[in-house]
């Protein structure tokens, strides 16, 4: 049998403590302590606790050279070839094999991989594990972590402040005050046909291209993306728009145009708050965009680049406020979240979380006419 080592894997010493009576009993601070490896291999779907002798025997492995390994194999050996650390030529361990392949052609920088596979949340419930910690209201977040950084940064210069005048607001600064996250949307109210479908055609659609050369086509859309690349597709679930079935689709950029995809197993509203991860708030909008960058239309050009995952959140970041914007425009509220269990949403629209993971999630519709859940309205430009 001939093997190698995984395409990438990182070795993490981590130390966890738990209360342990005994301790305390024996005159202890109570507090038990334990050590452990943990292998994070973006391949793999999920963290790995290792042995020290699993770390030492994984490194003497090349990610690129087969070795030939002399019978029978010995326990460790095994025991990395099961859990996919070492990858083998043998059918019996084909699958480990196949997932590595797949990884190492998506040209990932491998610390941009780990992050993006292991910041993943599956069925988290944020809101009652904030509220268990204390660490939902300003008071409790005092409470637990004392004050924050000052609002504003005083760097030692070198000379006199410069005061800079203030300019007259325009109509772009009333929009731009008027934009404020809504955590209160119209749970009746649907959101008319045409406001929605202006709404995407202003943050995702396409209004031109060219074809560089045979196969190479670059998008012109209304927000900026790294590279001209336009790697994010935004799918949707539509909960109550007029005159379209509630369900899940993926927007066409080309054709201004829904694809219908097959429902989720849960019901839409259910599945709606577990993917917005309990925040009932948001879950309630009319309208939710999965914003999910295609890997491999960035690592194309940006191929194993540090900069390729930053850029991708950079361009969501952008593609959110033209979205904010064009709702404020539209008399709709909107909202962006990362805290988004993002196991839930590829299963229910079928993304494989290295190539088209999502990276957050945004929505618009009708606010309600009363205040219920706080907003940050400090200038009343709102409410
Ligand atoms: C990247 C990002 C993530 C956010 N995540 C959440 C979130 O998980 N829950 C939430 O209620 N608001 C979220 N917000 C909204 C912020 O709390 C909000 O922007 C901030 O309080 C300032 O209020 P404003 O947007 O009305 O100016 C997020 C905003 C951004 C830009």
Known sequence: MKVRRCTSVFFEPRESSRFDLGSLLSGGNGVMRERCWVALAPHLDG??????????????????????????????????????LLIADA?????????????????????????????????????????????????????????????????????????????????????????????NFDSERPLEQALFAQMLQRVFSANGSIAQSEGVEFLKKYTPSGGGLHATEAYLVVQRVEGIDPGLYHYRPKDHA???????TLPLAEFACEAMAGQHWFAQAPVLVIYAPRITRSHW??????????????????????????????????????????????QAFGLPALEEGPFAVGGFGWRALTQEIAEFDPMGSVW
């Not at 829904?258 to 989720?264: A, G, Q, Y």
């Not at 361009?315 to 993002?342: C, P, R």
């Open 301 to 346: 050009k940006y191929r194993n680049h540090p900069k390729a995952y930053r850029a991708l959140m950079l361009d969501v970041g952008h593609l959110s406020q033209t979205l904010y914007l064009s709702a404020t425009d539209l008399g709709l509220g909107a909202f962006v979240t990362a805290a988004i269990n993002e196991v839930q949403i590829e």
């Open 258 to 264: 829904l694809r219908p995809l097959s429902p989720p």
């Open 91 to 183: 059918e019996v361990h084909g699958a480990h094999c196949l997932a590595d392949e797949r990884y190492r052609g998506l040209h990932w920088w491998p610390l941009a991989a780990v992050t993006q596979q292991a910041a993943r949340w599956n069925a988290v419930d944020s809101v009652e594990s904030m509220q268990r910690l204390g660490t939902d209201t300003v008071a409790g977040l005092l409470r637990s972590y004392g004050a924050p950084p000052s609002a504003t940064l005083e760097r030692k210069g070198v000379g006199a402040d410069v005061p800079l005048m203030r300019a007259e607001t325009s109509e772009l600064d009333a929009l731009m005050e008027r934009r404020v996250t809504c955590r």
């Open 47 to 84: 963290e790995l606790r290792v042995s020290e002798e699993d770390v030492l025997a994984t490194g003497r492995y090349s990610p690129e050279e087969w070795t030939v390994l002399d019978e029978p194999v010995d326990e460790v050996l095994l025991r990395l070839l099961a859990c996919g």
